[in-house]
């Protein structure tokens, strides 16, 4: 491979479907170009990153993924399955995978490669000598040379997680040997870097313990281009919700959330307009478009989420509770490790509209979840200090960790 291209950047992002990786890496992007890098930003999703990247000279390219649909007939457990699912199963399907990768970065010839749930990325890159820099919330960036965590919130069936482990690094090695290169042991060998930026506070990391030098980092300052969210400014308290039509109780949480005596801003992103309008009143209010979050979180009262590990940090930096109602495993785990903090409560299945509105109302006026949500941003404030841009930016030059 020719001599890396100085100042150049590639993001990668390959798994996950939140908007927040497109949020995370368009503010990258940002800053680097401020200190005179030029990026380039592999996105599994280009159809919503536009708007993100507005006004960069940053270059987008489509990122290598998986299309095939594999299912299970079980939650996904942790890390391993993620990749069966995406690609792992079969070592041509892998090599197609990294073959694609690797041809990325040939073209594009970076100096630093920051990678965002991007662990097919990382295995192209895995004898790659450039600057590496890993970025994400923590549950998917295992610590070498560790074996991965379950994600299951209770930790049962450990036994799979290490089988499920173990076929996918054999189909790993197989296709490194394809190519003529040297196995791994464990997932977590990919996850070799420079500097590692977890994006959480280490209460919600799942591999905490296990960090010896990672920067944390929870400040990500992205989303100022948005349109700001607008509250009635009466006296009632403020209820922020970010949620998406896929939860099985959607309905449900648009009329809780209607119900309740506050003043309610709902965010659902690529939603039909039909599901919120019937309850559009002088006291709710809705987008189905991104908007500035941060703020309107500083501002609110509450905060209702699925336990994405970005919105519920923003939320608690700005000394906001938050309410979980999660889809995915992961953000069980968050929804946990609000209760155990005391700073949010978790509801894992919904039995009725009264149920939530009830909650609701009761969050609002628990004075201790307040008290609680404020001394945790006051303790985690130097982790929001500066912007995640300025922390990465300042790595991609720093001596190596």
């Known amino acids: 491979m020719t001599k890396a291209t100085a100042n150049t950047v590639l993001c990668a992002w390959e798994l996950g479907g939140q908007l927040g990786h497109i949020a995370r890496l368009s503010h990258l992007t940002q800053t680097l170009e401020q200190r005179g890098y030029q990026c380039f930003a592999a996105l599994r999703d280009l159809s919503r990153a536009l708007p993100f990247f507005h006004g960069q000279q940053t270059r987008l390219l489509q990122a290598p993924v998986w299309l095939p649909k594999v299912t299970t007939q079980r939650p996904i457990q942790s890390l391993a399955d993620m990749l069966l699912l995406s690609g792992y199963l079969q070592t041509d399907d892998l090599l197609a995978l990294m073959q694609a990768w690797r041809n990325l970065l040939a073209l594009v010839n970076p100096e630093v490669l920051i990678y965002d749930y991007s662990p097919t990325a990382a295995l192209a890159a895995l004898y790659h000598q450039r600057r590496k820099i890993l970025v994400g919330p923590g549950f998917a960036q295992p610590v070498p040379p560790h074996p991965l965590r379950n994600w299951h919130p209770h930790g049962l069936y ?7 482990e173990q076929r996918v690094v054999t189909t790993i090695n197989q296709a490194l040997a394809r190519l003529g290169q040297p ?10 870097a420079h500097h590692t930026v977890i994006t959480t506070a280490p209460e919600f990391d799942l591999y905490a313990d296990l960090r010896l030098d990672a920067v ?4 990500e300052g992205g989303g100022s281009h948005h349109p700001p969210v607008r509250f009635s400014g009466d006296s009632r308290p403020r209820i922020l919700a970010y949620l998406k039509p896929g939860h099985p109780r959607f309905q449900w949480l648009l009329e809780a959330l209607a119900q309740v005596r506050a003043d309610v801003f709902v965010v659902c992103p690529r939603a039909n307009p039909a599901q919120l309008e019937p309850l559009v009143s002088e006291h709710f209010g809705f987008s189905v478009q991104p ?3 941060q703020t309107a979180m500083a501002a609110a009262d509450l905060f209702v989420g699925h336990g994405n590990a970005g919105t519920t940090q923003e939320s608690l930096l700005a000394g906001t509770p938050v309410l979980a109602l999660p889809i995915q495993l992961e953000q069980l785990l968050v929804g ?6 005391g700073v949010g409560r978790l509801v894992q299945q919904p039995e009725s509209v009264s149920q939530l509105s009830g909650l609701l109302e009761h969050m609002l006026a628990d004075h201790g979840l307040q ?11 130097a982790l929001g200090q500066g912007s ?3 922390k990465v930016a300042d790595l991609c030059s720093a001596p190596s960790g």
């Open 158 to 164: 450990p036994e799979r997680v290490t089988q499920q």
């Open 216 to 219: 944390y980092h929870c400040g």
């Open 388 to 390: 995640l841009g300025d």
């Open 371 to 381: 008290q609680n949500s404020q001394r945790f941003a006051a303790q985690h404030r």
């Open 291 to 293: 908007v500035n979050l």
């Open 183 to 192: 196995g791994i042991a464990r997932i977590s060998d990919l996850f070799v």
């Open 336 to 341: 946990q490790t609000l209760e155990q903090l």
